[in-house]
């Protein structure tokens, strides 16, 4: 059994990643912040289902934090799958955009993504064997008015992927990047109605958070061990 942590797991695709990874057979960490009790419940739902999910609860932005709470996880043994999804959205143009909501963002997909990351990879490199697959988003490729910080970060997370994949490429750890079009959730719903979504995504639908699921899993399983570097859109065709 592979031990398998996502961040982000009480938002919508990351608690359908975990429900993918709890049941392919993995023991999987279910990461939130400040909302620790979806998480919980989660894990909960797993658990009593025969699976085996357990919820975790840190600021990914606070270094010290964060290490503290991986090397409590890293007792029971290495981190082999990784799922770097946690994000936020403070939107706003780039003319009237505060410093803050630039730094948060940032802060949160980007330098949590190596607070998370970093600790775990000596542990996993142990193994020779990994899987780590970080969550981007169509704003990254694209571009999207009022998200230059989070298509930033996002991007970031691109050039990460590539250099990671190269120094890990030899111990058996793949690295991918996923990125998600418009993914039915309670918030897309009210932003994109169906007469925008015909218009703007050439499948004429929202995406469903267990088909990213569904890739996530691919790129977390053997099946994918020749696969890496790669940033894979996940979008109904838009270019």
């Known amino acids: 059994m592979k031990r398998a942590l996502i961040t982000g797991a009480s938002g919508t695709i990351g608690a359908a990643i975990a429900r993918n990874l709890a049941a392919a057979g993995h023991y999987v960490y279910l990461h939130a912040n400040t909302k620790i009790e979806k998480a919980a419940v989660l894990a909960k739902n797993l658990s009593d289902n025969g699976l085996c999910a357990e919820a975790v609860g840190f600021d990914i932005t606070n270094p010290d934090e964060t290490s503290a709470a991986l090397e409590t996880i890293l007792v029971a043994g290495p981190i082999q799958i990784l799922v770097n999804n946690a994000g936020i959205h403070d939107d706003a143009v780039m003319p009237g955009m505060r410093p803050e909501q630039w730094a948060r963002v940032i802060d949160v997909s980007l330098n949590g993504f190596f607070n998370v990351t970093q600790p775990l990879l ?87 958070p267990e088909e990213v699921a569904e890739l996530v899993g691919f790129l977390a399983s053997e099946k994918a061990a020749y696969i890496s570097g790669q940033l894979l859109n996940i979008n109904g065709g838009m270019a």
Do not use: D
């Open 122 to 208: 000596l542990p996993m490199i142990r193994t020779r064997w990994g899987r780590i697959v970080n969550i981007s988003s169509i704003a990254a490729v694209m571009g999207n008015r009022g998200q230059a910080n989070y298509a930033a970060a996002k991007a970031g997370l691109h050039g990460a992927t590539r250099t990671l994949c190269l120094e890990l490429a030899s111990r058996g750890i793949t690295v991918n990047t996923v990125a998600p079009g418009i993914i039915a959730s309670p918030a897309t719903a009210e932003l994109f109605p169906k007469e925008i979504l015909t218009k703007m995504v050439p499948m004429q639908r929202a995406g469903t």
